[in-house]
Antibody, heavy 118, light 112 residues
Framework: QVQLQQSGTELVKPASSVKISCKAS????????IHWIRQQPGDGLEWIGWIYPGNGDTKYYQKFDGKTTLTTDKSSSTAYMQLSSLTSEDSAVYFC???????????WGQGTLVTVSS | DVVLTQTPVSLSVTLGDQASISCRSS???????????LEWYLQKPGQSPQLLIYEVSNRFSGVPDRFIGSGSGTDFTLKISRVEPEDLGVYYCFQVTHDPFTFGSGTKLEIK
């Protein structure tokens, strides 16, 4: 069965960077887009961008461009999202998700809580 | 950016009754291929969101037929007939027609 297993909670300092992971299993990793979604505390959902593991193509919501870098490691079927120049605004739960095709996020990771605090 | 306005913000429903959630878009969500890429998700307390509906009215595998999506252009509705306890949570509409893809602000369904 398709599973997306995300890395654990991160407590990081302002101005630093963090890299969170999303390990995929149960399907051919290179065949489906991986999307990333943010949920700030007590708030709604916000789409960040996608990466296509087959060729590394990426697309970012302009708001997150420069803040976010999406990569994959095909050898371990893992997608990564790096967030840089962290501020308290970046404190959130970050989800990875896989679509049925490109969209239709049928499969989600459990979420990774990132807390930015000195 | 396309703005999706969901109403109501919250909804309190008696078990067995019907619930209806509206999602209005600031632009038509019909894509040039003729399809309309509007999805609905439910986020239960403490969980990741789950896909209910894609392309306006197609139920995802395993989603009960109590969930009915409808609409076109800029106006969309999710109806939940015969509400059950496991339906509580926050419902989000989500459009993938226009870049960037955007979510509605959510509708919280509570059980009376």
């Amino acid at each position: 069965q398709v599973q997306l297993q995300q890395s654990g909670t991160e407590l990081v300092k302002p101005a630093s960077s963090v890299k969170i992971s999303c390990k995929a299993s149960g399907y051919t990793f290179t065949s489906n887009y991986i999307h990333w979604i943010r949920q700030q505390p007590g708030d709604g959902l916000e789409w960040i961008g996608w990466i296509y593991p087959g060729n590394g193509d990426t697309k970012y919501y302009q708001k997150f461009d420069g803040k976010t870098t999406l990569t994959t490691d095909k050898s371990s079927s893992t997608a990564y999202m790096q967030l840089s120049s962290l501020t308290s605004e970046d404190s959130a739960v970050y989800f990875c998700a896989r679509g049925m095709g490109i969209f239709g996020f049928a499969y989600w990771g459990q979420g990774t809580l990132v807390t930015v605090s000195s | 950016d396309v703005v999706l306005t969901q109403t109501p913000v919250s909804l309190s429903v008696t078990l067995g009754d019907q619930a209806s959630i509206s999602c209005r878009s600031s632009q038509s969500l019909e894509y040039s291929d003729g399809y309309t890429y509007l999805e609905w998700y439910l986020q239960k307390p403490g969980q990741s969101p789950q896909l209910l509906i894609y392309e306006v009215s197609n139920r995802f595998s395993g989603v009960p037929d109590r969930f009915i999506g409808s609409g076109s252009g800029t106006d969309f509705t999710l109806k939940i007939s015969r509400v059950e306890p496991e339906d509580l949570g926050v419902y989000y509409c989500f459009q993938v027609t226009h870049d960037p893809f955007t979510f509605g602000s959510g509708t919280k369904l509570e059980i009376k």
